[in-house]
């Protein structure tokens, strides 16, 4: 297949995307687990670019299951972003659907806002780490 020279100078825009399927044989496992306020991994290892390696918890806090992603940042990261989340033009897809989203004044949290009310949260957890944290 040959392609024209219009077609090889476009640029394809990085993106992540991370789907978590639950064997429907472990529900009520996992149902139990966080009835008893017990923390549950449902996922740690390595994760692509920029990153080194996730680890995707969910645990029960007052009624609620919260979903917790620690995304490791490489030193690629930090000398780009310095201690945010991102800029504001790589993170715009994202802030496309979450057009109410807030950052901080020094960047380094980001609540994703729709409709008025918090979906979720992104927080520069340390230097090598950035926690994003939703509550259904």
Same mark, same amino acid.
């Given at each position: 297949?040959q392609t024209t ?5 476009k640029?394809?825009?990085p993106?992540a ?5 639950i064997?429907p ?5 996992l149902?139990?687990a966080?009835?008893?306020? /017990?923390?549950?991994?449902l996922? %740690?290892?390595q *994760?692509? $670019?920029?990153?080194t ?14 979903? /917790?992603?620690?995304l490791?940042? %490489?030193?690629? *990261?930090? $000398?780009?972003y ?8 790589d993170l715009?897809?994202l ?9 901080t004044?020094?960047?380094a949290r980001?609540?994703l806002?729709?409709d008025?009310q ?11 780490q ?7």
């Amino acid at each position: 297949m040959q392609t024209t020279p219009e077609a090889s100078e476009k640029k394809i825009a990085p993106s992540a995307s991370f789907q978590l399927r639950i064997d429907p044989d472990r529900t009520n496992w996992l149902y139990s687990a966080l009835a008893t306020g /017990t923390r549950v991994e449902l996922f %740690n290892g390595q *994760f692509p $670019e920029p990153f080194t390696k996730m680890e995707y918890v969910a645990n029960a806090e007052q009624q609620h299951l919260v979903l /917790t992603a620690a995304l490791e940042v %490489n030193a690629s *990261f930090t $000398e780009r972003y310095g201690l945010t989340v991102g800029s504001p033009k790589d993170l715009d897809p994202l802030l496309k659907r979450y057009p109410q989203a807030l950052f901080t004044p020094d960047g380094a949290r980001l609540g994703l806002v729709r409709d008025n009310q918090v979906q979720g949260v992104i927080t520069r957890g340390n230097q090598n780490q950035i926690l994003i944290q939703r509550e259904l």
